[in-house]
């Protein structure tokens, strides 16, 4: 741009742009209390006298955290006074007990109800690997793009008072509790781990894929008193028979089905008998079923025989293995078979609900807003 000053053309200055100020973000605050009790779930365990209580406290707008102390009481409670309670923020506090971490569940800042109650409980620790316990076994079988694609739901329990650590710990300090197989030539796509209707194990931390011994690791702990879901998904080549057969892991006593989708697909193995076609919601399958009693070594181990229509080329570039925090209606359709088992697993807008009477367990703190 130019002007005309005193008779001479000269080019202006440019206007510098103009940056508005962002509006802040305004939320109510009230000054609140947050208390509670400290339990042993471990029987004839007490806590320590000197035994510590973190308050966290985690802003959202900012991204920080901040925290508070302060010593159990007697009777093991807790109390903070005087605390800034804000609208949209998170609060837990957390307790070291027997080498670990353990939080309460989060909650949600609201400036109406501004004293809060978080229990924690704590437990002992073991690495005794006898306490885990498989309970049942489910597997759903259909065809999918050239291949079977098999859902494989495993029952286990913590039967112990303690929360169990593992046996073998790892170089980066991890610890293996649930070591599992599938059949060779199987490659696994998606893997969950769920406690009542919520994830537990649901990240690549949680797991370890070893593709040439075709084993799945679970690392995370495992409470005590919780019915757990091991939830795999993988898929293997096929044409017209299969030995399907790996070790279980752990000891299992407890009861095995397998779904078959389609009555071209036909399964034997000892101890299974045919069930005849299972309801699935709308949906038929053919079952198979049995009582088993194994050891952690001992074989699982069934027969798959017949052709089935569009089932004989392998995907020459399959997807490695994902972790996943709900397993979608085209690979579970509408109810895996562990009815009669105290679980029923539902699919629901393609995330798997899961009706128990017990609550979620509460989690180790570290990482929970990472």
């Known amino acids: 741009m130019f002007v005309c000053v005193s008779g001479v053309m000269a080019q202006a200055e440019p206007t510098p742009d103009v940056t508005p100020e962002a509006t802040p973000i305004v939320r109510e605050s009230v000054q609140g209390s947050i208390s509670g009790l400290i339990t042993v779930g471990t029987p004839n365990i007490t806590l320590p006298a000197d035994t510590i209580v973190t308050l966290h406290i985690f802003d959202i707008v900012t991204e920080t955290e901040s925290t508070l102390t302060t010593p159990i009481t007697p009777d093991n409670t807790y109390l903070f006074s005087d605390v800034t309670?804000?609208?949209?923020?998170?609060?837990?506090?957390?307790?070291?007990?027997?080498?670990?971490?353990?939080?309460?569940?989060?909650?949600?800042?609201?400036?109406?109800?501004?004293?809060?109650?978080?229990?924690?409980?704590?437990?002992?620790?073991?690495?005794?690997?006898?306490?885990?316990?498989?309970?049942?076994?489910?597997?759903q079988i259909q065809p999918t793009e050239g291949v079977l694609g098999f859902t494989q739901v495993i029952q286990f329990r913590n039967q112990s008072d303690r929360m169990y650590l593992g046996d073998t710990q790892?170089?980066?300090?991890?610890?293996?509790?649930?070591?599992?197989?599938?059949?060779?030539?199987?490659?696994?796509?998606?893997?969950?781990?769920?406690?009542?209707?919520?994830?537990?194990?649901?990240?690549?931390?949680?797991?370890?894929?070893?593709?040439?011994?075709?084993?799945?690791?679970?690392?995370?702990?495992?409470?005590?008193?919780?019915?757990?879901?091991?939830?795999?998904?993988?898929?293997?080549?096929?044409?017209?028979?299969?030995?399907?057969?790996?070790?279980?892991?752990?000891?299992?006593?407890?009861?095995?089905?397998?779904?078959?989708?389609?009555?071209?697909?036909?399964?034997?193995?000892?101890?299974?008998?045919?069930?005849?076609?299972?309801?699935?919601?709308?949906?038929?399958?053919?079952?198979?079923?049995?009582?088993?009693?194994?050891?952690?070594?001992?074989?699982?181990?069934?027969?798959?025989?017949?052709?089935?229509?569009?089932?004989?080329?392998?995907?020459?570039?399959?997807?490695?293995?994902?972790?996943?925090?709900?397993?979608?209606?085209?690979?579970l359709p509408l109810l895996l078979l562990i009815i009669g088992f105290g679980i029923v697993v539902i699919v629901v807008g393609g995330v798997i609900v899961i009706n128990r009477r017990k609550n979620l367990p509460q989690q180790p703190i570290e990482g929970r807003f990472k």
């Open 85 to 139: 309670i804000t609208d949209g923020d998170f609060y837990f506090v957390s307790v070291a007990f027997d080498g670990r971490n353990y939080g309460s569940t989060p909650v949600t800042g609201n400036t109406e109800f501004p004293n809060l109650d978080l229990p924690v409980v704590v437990y002992m620790t073991t690495t005794d690997p006898d306490v885990i316990g498989i309970m049942n076994l489910v597997v």
């Open 170 to 331: 790892l170089e980066d300090g991890r610890r293996v509790t649930l070591d599992l197989s599938v059949p060779v030539g199987a490659l696994v796509t998606e893997l969950l781990v769920m406690v009542g209707n919520q994830p537990v194990g649901s990240s690549d931390a949680s797991f370890i894929v070893d593709t040439s011994t075709f084993s799945v690791r679970y690392t995370d702990p495992i409470y005590p008193g919780q019915d757990y879901l091991f939830i795999m998904n993988y898929v293997m080549p096929y044409e017209q028979d299969a030995v399907m057969e790996f070790p279980i892991g752990h000891r299992f006593i407890g009861e095995m089905r397998i779904l078959t989708s389609t009555d071209e697909l036909r399964v034997s193995g000892e101890n299974l008998q045919s069930l005849g076609i299972q309801m699935m919601g709308e949906e038929e399958y053919l079952g198979y079923g049995g009582r088993f009693d194994l050891m952690p070594d001992d074989l699982i181990r069934y027969e798959l025989s017949g052709r089935v229509a569009g089932v004989g080329e392998f995907d020459t570039n399959p997807q490695p293995a994902r972790v996943v925090t709900a397993v979608s209606s085209d690979n």
